[in-house]
């Protein structure tokens, strides 16, 4: 294998010849660089450089093999070069912000102490560097959908019965027939390695000790076979999250890979087919560079027009080669001429979209805007739930329903159930759980949630998730008072 220097590889810093290194290995990616989903100018920056701090925790480890043609592949530095990258690494000066985050691991609390999701959260927030916290926490526009996800479960109040006996309380269910211990699984969400090095396989190592099912992002920051390889038992059921490629073929072989890799079901993704407006993801860069020249000058010219900042931010990089032209008479026979697995429809935000779905065939669909990330004012899950209970309730029997987005507690996943969803999704809660503990974070936040979905069946006076009904909810037309924080 040919060998190069670190001078060689500076060389190559433009459009008509683009190198980089990335874990000692050198890339000629020039002709990529039109076509990778973050815009050319993402890999320019590391052009004639070391990019591998930037690449490895949002890239899995197969991405430079299915991306780039073998002859791309150049070589690999020679020994002098690896000894100096390797020096200049020992030399380098840690950031603010990196020197922030140690303070704050330093001040975590013991796993015990985390009482709540919400906890959870609050803690993960601290320790996490500034740029996985605003991609993790970033909401569309205003954040007010992302809000009333949330907010919505305050409008439903429960109907218990009493002298009812629930010693005896079984919290278990299937989705889609494979059994998990409570009726929650782990949903789709990308790059879990930019909180913690193991990122998707603390969720994997999680789910299984505790009997969930894991929804697997096309965006992982580690390969589906990686992922899959996780698994203590080959037993262990694992769904996929499908973010339509645009191009038919890359799509065909992604649904090939991981149903050869035994996942179970494609969960297809519908409501980010376009970048989203997170706005605390887009102004990351900005915050970090603000915050590092504290009170140094700056040769900034504020008054100069330097055209509009990148508005992709990281999230809206995973998304720009979605397929935006997808349909129900086109989309899901093709999908079901390439696969036999279960298809789940992610991103049903209207009850005549729900009632398409099941004319469609679909085995599932899950009611959600995306984690409020998407389309402000786009209806709380929670609600189009009860809407579909009252307009469509025929829906329940056609297909299995799910919804995700604003589940904080035990209480909200028994409402969901009650007005028939058979299960729940939560993201956002085991990614700040991995980030923040690792696979005990994951193994803490599912003992939480099955601990106050127990309490909540046993209080509404039902043993099983199927005594869960309609009648045991009401929705009112006022608002409680923000929940306190004790």
Same mark, same amino acid.
Not at 103 to 111: G, H, I, Q, Y
Not at 197 to 213: F, Q, S
Not at 284 to 309: K, M, V
């Given at each position: ?5 670190? %001078? ?44 591998? *701090? ?6 899995? @480890? ?22 100096? +990258? ?31 999701? %919400? ?19 970033? *909401? ?7 809000? %009333? ?12 019965? !009493? ?39 603390? +969720? ?23 992922? @899959?390889?996780? =698994?203590?038992? $080959? ?80 999230? /809206? ?37 729900? !009632? ?22 786009? +209806?709380? $899950?929670?609600?189009?739930?009860? =809407? ?27 409402? *969901?159930?009650?007005?028939? *969803?058979?299960?729940? /999704? ?61």
């Amino acid at each position: 294998m040919q060998t190069f220097t670190l %001078e060689q590889v500076a060389q190559h810093i433009s459009t008509s010849s683009c190198w980089v290194i990335i874990q000692n290995k050198v890339y000629d990616v020039t002709d990529f660089l039109f076509d990778h989903p973050g815009g050319a100018n993402v890999i320019l920056r590391y052009g004639g450089k070391d990019a591998t *701090a930037a690449y490895v925790p949002i890239h899995p @480890s197969d991405a430079l093999d299915k991306n780039l043609a073998p002859e791309k592949h150049l070589g690999t530095l020679d020994s002098e070069s690896i000894n100096r +990258l390797k020096e200049s690494g020992k030399n380098k000066v840690q950031t603010k912000d990196e020197l922030r985050v140690e303070e704050a691991l330093k001040a975590k609390p013991p796993l015990q102490r985390i009482v709540n999701v %919400e906890d959870m959260e609050e803690v993960a927030k601290k320790i996490l560097p500034y740029r996985a916290m605003a991609y993790y926490s970033s *909401a569309g526009d205003d954040s007010i959908t992302h809000v %009333e996800n949330g907010r919505a479960f305050g409008r439903f109040f429960f109907h218990p019965r !009493v002298m009812k006996p629930v010693s005896q309380c079984d919290t278990s269910t299937t989705i889609l027939g494979y059994e998990s211990t409570i009726p929650v699984y782990i949903s789709g969400a990308a790059l879990a390695r930019l909180g913690h090095p193991l990122g998707e396989v603390n +969720l994997t190592r999680g789910a299984h000790k505790t009997g969930l099912i894991q929804m697997v992002s096309t965006n992982s920051s580690l390969s589906y076979a990686e992922i @899959s390889a996780a =698994r203590v038992s $080959p037993d262990q059921p694992l769904f996929f999250q499908l973010y339509k490629h645009v191009s038919d073929v890359i799509a065909e072989k992604r649904i090939r890979e991981i149903e050869g890799l035994g996942y179970k079901a494609i969960f297809l993704t519908v409501d980010a087919l376009v970048p989203g407006n997170r706005e605390l993801d887009i102004r990351a860069p900005h915050y970090l560079e603000d915050f590092e020249n504290q009170g140094l000058p700056t040769q900034r010219n504020p008054d100069g027009d330097q055209g509009e900042t990148d508005r992709l931010g990281t999230a /809206g990089g995973l998304v720009i080669k979605n397929d935006a032209d997808m349909t129900w008479e086109k989309t899901i026979p093709w999908m079901r001429s390439i696969t036999k697995l279960p298809i789940v429809i992610k991103g049903i935000q209207c009850v005549q979209d729900a !009632v398409l779905a099941c004319e469609a065939g679909c085995e599932g669909i899950v009611l959600s805007n995306h984690g409020g990330r998407q389309l402000e004012y786009s +209806l709380p $899950p929670i609600e189009l739930l009860y =809407r579909i209970r009252q307009q469509r309730p025929d829906v329940f029997e056609k297909t299995e329903v799910y919804i995700d987005g604003g589940i904080r507690r035990g209480t909200d996943v028994v409402k *969901a159930l009650c007005l028939g *969803a058979r299960a729940v /999704g939560l993201g956002r809660a085991f990614l700040y759980a991995q980030s923040a503990y690792g696979e005990a974070g994951v193994v803490h936040v599912v003992r939480i949630l099955e601990r106050e979905i127990r309490f909540g069946m046993q209080s509404l006076g039902v043993r099983r998730i199927s005594e869960l009904v309609p009648q045991m909810v009401e929705r009112v037309d006022w608002q409680p008072v923000t929940r306190a924080k004790l």
